[in-house]
Structures are given as structure tokens and as C-alpha cells.
């Protein structure tokens, strides 16, 4: 399957930014170099935002004997849109990868009704209706740019993009990490600068990945007919079975103390269980 689209989003944008003057901007004087005085900062919501997907979908089901089947699907998208953007006087500055995009993404789901010899009474209860269920999910991690952390282009606004001091952003990544290397420093933090006096910041929007998520999830599930109309299901759920840590995006904010470092992960292994009354 081929899929594309293009919609029409709500953007929100600096309405009244102060102007900069070179050699003349300061901010102590932002106020009195927006277009409006008597009012600070206006932020107006449109619908003039765009965002453009493409993918290509495929999927795969087989049902084999014994009560199992399994469904596999990837997806191969690139998702684009305008949101977001610190420049008042240009919406293309924020023309980027969407914070949502996730070009590989691929489920694994399988489903074995458990097969058991016919039995009667105490016995047939206990070992018919169990059914093993598996859900295993590989993507890449969302996006990421880097923020200077100051206002340096004085219009009052914030949220400029650092400066990219290297010339390749492959110099960006650092390979060859342990897991605790890598959450201390994520990427090469001295390849950034804050955004010049009076620019935005020459770095793109979203232009880094975070680390790579990795997930299998169990479930045990047993279905008992109490009478005809009343069951009971017992759920015996794992979540991150193979308890793998899946790191968050690390921190991006120039300046800040969790610059380049990750603070955040998913969910470690849990187990849950469950019993459940249908009528």
C-alpha cells in the first residue's frame, strides 16, 4: 500500500516580534522596538500550517494449523509539516520532519490458541481455552533539534535554534557507546554554539534521532465457561518481557544541565495479572 496526504493544521506564530536593529538591540529595549506599543507579545493561531505524509505500507497474515497465526506489518513513512516555528517573519524556518515522524516501524504479532486433548470435567476446565499471545515492536525514535536556550535574535519571541559550529551533522553522533556512556553524553554536545546576534540559528529543525525502541509484549490468557451466558478470563500480562531499556530523547536546550544527556526511559518489566467476570 501507497500512501501519501496533505493537511491543513492549526500553527501558532509571534504576531507582534520586536524588530531588530543592529548595533541598536537590546533586551532591555524589546519593547520598545515591536510594531505595536502598549501590548508585548501577541501569538496568533491559523490554519495556514501544512504537513505532507508518504508511506509505504505493507502487511502479512498467515494462519496456520494448530490454533496459530501470526500478522506482521512495516511501515517506511516520512511525515513533514511547517508547526512550530520561532521566526515571526518566515513559517518556511520551521519546514522540517514533524515531531511525530517514525520513518521504520515494524509489528510482529502472533497469536497460538493452545491445542489440548479432549477432556471432561475438572480436567477439561483447567487445561482447555489457554492462548499465548506476542506483540514485538521495532521503530526509530522521534526526532530532535537543538535549541539555543537564549533569545538572541531579540524579538522578544525565544526558542532560537543553537548555531551548528562542525561541517557534516554525521560528526554529530558518537558510536561505539556503552549504555552508561550514552546517557551521559548522547551526542557531541561541542559542535553547538548559541545562535548569533540577530539570527535564528543555522541548525535545521529536527534534524537528530534519539535512541532506537525495541519491545516485546506477553500475554497468557485463559477463558473458562462458568454456564453458558457467564465466563471467566484469567490475563497474565508481561510488558517489556525482555525488560530492555528504551531511552528517551536526551536533553536539546543548550546550557541546560541535561544538555546532551538522557534523563528518561520507558517503562522497565512488568507483570500483570488479571481475572475477569463476562455475562
Do not use: C
Given at each position: 500500500?501507497?500512501?501519501?496526504?496533505?493537511?491543513?493544521?492549526?500553527?501558532?506564530?509571534?504576531?507582534?516580534?520586536?524588530?531588530?536593529?543592529?548595533?541598536?538591540?537590546?533586551?532591555?529595549?524589546?519593547?520598545?522596538?515591536?510594531?505595536?506599543?502598549?501590548?508585548?507579545?501577541?501569538?496568533?493561531?491559523?490554519?495556514?500550517?501544512?504537513?505532507?505524509?508518504?508511506?509505504?505500507?505493507?502487511?502479512?497474515?498467515?494462519?496456520?494449523?494448530?490454533?496459530?497465526?501470526?500478522?506482521?506489518?512495516?511501515?517506511?513513512?516520512?511525515?513533514?509539516?511547517?508547526?512550530?516555528?520561532?521566526?515571526?517573519?518566515?513559517?518556511?524556518?520551521?519546514?522540517?520532519?514533524?515531531?511525530?515522524?517514525?520513518?521504520?516501524?515494524?509489528?510482529?504479532?502472533?497469536v497460538w490458541a493452545i491445542p489440548t486433548p479432549?477432556?471432561?470435567?475438572?480436567?477439561?476446565?483447567?487445561?482447555?481455552?489457554?492462548?499465548?499471545?506476542?506483540?514485538?515492536?521495532?521503530?526509530?525514535?522521534?526526532?530532535?533539534?537543538?535549541?539555543?536556550?537564549?533569545?538572541?535574535?531579540?524579538?522578544?519571541?525565544?526558542?532560537?535554534?543553537?548555531?551548528?559550529?562542525?561541517?557534516?551533522?554525521?560528526?554529530?553522533?558518537?558510536?561505539?557507546?556503552?549504555?552508561?556512556?550514552?546517557?551521559?553524553?548522547?551526542?557531541?554536545?561541542?559542535?553547538?554554539?548559541?545562535?548569533?546576534?540577530?539570527?535564528?540559528?543555522?541548525?535545521?529543525?529536527?534534524?537528530?534521532?534519539?535512541?532506537?525502541?525495541?519491545?516485546?509484549?506477553?500475554?497468557?490468557?485463559?477463558?473458562?465457561?462458568?454456564?453458558?451466558?457467564?465466563?471467566?478470563?484469567?490475563?497474565?500480562?508481561?510488558?517489556?518481557?525482555?525488560?530492555?531499556?528504551?531511552?528517551?530523547?536526551?536533553?536539546?536546550?543548550?546550557?541546560?544541565?541535561?544538555?546532551?544527556?538522557?534523563?528518561?526511559?520507558?517503562?522497565?518489566?512488568?507483570?500483570?495479572?488479571?481475572?475477569?467476570?463476562?455475562?
Amino acid at each position: 500500500y501507497l500512501g501519501n496526504g496533505g493537511y491543513h493544521l492549526y500553527g501558532s506564530q509571534e504576531l507582534n516580534p520586536a524588530l531588530y536593529i543592529p548595533g541598536a538591540s537590546t533586551v532591555g529595549n524589546t519593547q520598545a522596538r515591536r510594531r505595536v506599543q502598549g501590548i508585548s507579545t501577541v501569538t496568533g493561531t491559523r490554519t495556514e500550517s501544512n504537513s505532507h505524509y508518504h508511506a509505504l505500507q505493507l502487511n502479512a497474515e498467515k494462519r496456520f494449523g494448530g490454533g496459530f497465526s501470526l500478522l506482521a506489518n512495516y511501515a517506511w513513512s516520512k511525515k513533514m509539516d511547517n508547526l512550530g516555528s520561532t521566526n515571526p517573519y518566515s513559517r518556511d524556518f520551521a519546514h522540517g520532519l514533524s515531531n511525530e515522524n517514525v520513518p521504520h516501524i515494524f509489528h510482529f504479532t502472533t497469536v497460538w490458541a493452545i491445542p489440548t486433548p479432549e477432556l471432561r470435567g475438572f480436567a477439561g476446565r483447567a487445561f482447555k481455552g489457554w492462548e499465548l499471545t506476542s506483540v514485538t515492536t521495532w521503530r526509530n525514535s522521534f526526532p530532535f533539534g537543538v535549541s539555543s536556550g537564549v533569545d538572541n535574535t531579540l524579538t522578544g519571541g525565544g526558542g532560537n535554534r543553537a548555531d551548528f559550529m562542525g561541517t557534516d551533522l554525521r560528526q554529530v553522533k558518537l558510536s561505539g557507546q556503552s549504555h552508561a556512556q550514552m546517557i551521559q553524553r548522547f551526542f557531541d554536545t561541542s559542535l553547538f554554539a548559541p545562535n548569533a546576534i540577530g539570527t535564528f540559528g543555522n541548525s535545521g529543525r529536527n534534524i537528530f534521532r534519539g535512541p532506537r525502541f525495541f519491545n516485546t509484549d506477553l500475554g497468557l490468557i485463559k477463558e473458562t465457561a462458568v454456564t453458558e451466558r457467564v465466563k471467566v478470563q484469567f490475563r497474565a500480562e508481561f510488558f517489556n518481557v525482555f525488560n530492555k531499556p528504551n531511552f528517551s530523547n536526551p536533553g536539546s536546550t543548550l546550557g541546560s544541565p541535561s544538555f546532551g544527556k538522557i534523563t528518561g526511559a520507558g517503562s522497565p518489566r512488568i507483570l500483570q495479572l488479571a481475572l475477569k467476570l463476562m455475562f
